[in-house]
């Protein structure tokens, strides 16, 4: 009996601690594997939200890739924001940005990139329907709780400086459960 279990563990451990077993090996030509930078901003985090947001994405069937608190420097945030440098509210963004950690994610799947914005709903939450993370949990547009890359281009260049390379590569158990 106790044999029995023994190798029954070992046969999980074999299957289960295994790197190369656990990479997704079709996931650069897989359309499936298509990731989008996703960010609890710093009110977000002192709201309490982060598991709120972590949870709507994983429900939805969508895989994390990689997640960090981190508390990015001014220099970093004008990097990320660069494209809104001329805009009058720029220095008070990377200000708020900068007031406290963020938890930075990365999510893959199926037209991610889209989903990712939906789900968070309008960049003024006064235009976000209720359902969407900004329509239930936020009001003003310089509190909007939460970052989503607005582009396939813009997510590859935003999870670059972010994450670099280290962002995981993995087959989650539900993926047949999750896509026909
Ligand atoms: P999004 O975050 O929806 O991609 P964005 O990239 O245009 O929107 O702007 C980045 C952030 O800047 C946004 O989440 C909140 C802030 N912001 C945008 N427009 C603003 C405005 N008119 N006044 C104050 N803050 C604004
Ligand atoms: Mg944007």
Same mark, same amino acid.
């Given at each position: 009996?106790?044999?029995?279990?023994?190798?029954?563990?070992?046969?999980?451990? !074999?299957?289960?601690?295994?790197? @190369?077993?656990?990479?997704?090996?079709?996931?650069?030509?897989? /359309?499936?594997?298509? !990731?989008?930078?996703?960010?609890?901003?710093?009110?977000?985090?002192? !709201?309490?939200?982060?598991?709120?947001?972590?949870?709507?994405?994983?429900?939805?069937?969508?895989?994390?890739?990689?997640?960090?608190?981190?508390?990015?420097?001014?220099?970093?945030?004008?990097?990320?924001?660069?494209?809104?440098?001329?805009?009058?509210?720029?220095?008070?963004?990377?200000?708020?940005?900068?007031?406290? /950690?963020?938890?930075?994610?990365?999510?893959?799947?199926?037209?991610?990139?889209?989903?990712?914005? &939906? &789900?968070?709903?309008?960049?003024?939450?006064?235009?976000?329907? /209720?359902?969407?993370?900004?329509?239930?949990?936020?009001?003003?547009?310089?509190?909007?709780?939460?970052?989503?890359?607005?582009?396939?281009?813009?997510?590859?260049? @935003?999870?670059?400086?972010?994450?670099?390379?280290?962002?995981?590569?993995?087959?989650?158990?539900?993926? /047949?459960?999750?896509?026909?």
């Amino acid at each position: 009996m106790v044999a029995t279990l023994l190798s029954v563990l070992s046969a999980f451990n !074999r299957n289960t601690n295994n790197r @190369e077993d656990m990479a997704d090996s079709s996931s650069s030509a897989d /359309p499936k594997a298509e !990731r989008t930078f996703i960010a609890v901003k710093p009110d977000g985090v002192q !709201r309490g939200l982060v598991g709120e947001i972590v949870k709507r994405f994983e429900q939805r069937g969508y895989k994390m890739v990689a997640g960090r608190m981190m508390w990015a420097s001014k220099e970093m945030l004008q990097k990320h924001y660069a494209d809104l440098s001329s805009k009058p509210f720029f220095n008070g963004l990377v200000e708020y940005m900068n007031s406290g /950690p963020i938890f930075a994610m990365v999510w893959e799947g199926k037209n991610v990139v889209k989903m990712g914005r &939906m &789900m968070l709903g309008e960049t003024n939450p006064t235009n976000s329907l /209720p359902g969407t993370i900004r329509g239930d949990y936020c009001i003003d547009v310089g509190r909007n709780i939460c970052h989503g890359s607005d582009a396939v281009d813009s997510a590859n260049a @935003e999870i670059a400086l972010w994450f670099g390379s280290d962002v995981q590569e993995y087959t989650l158990a539900s993926k /047949p459960w999750v896509y026909e």
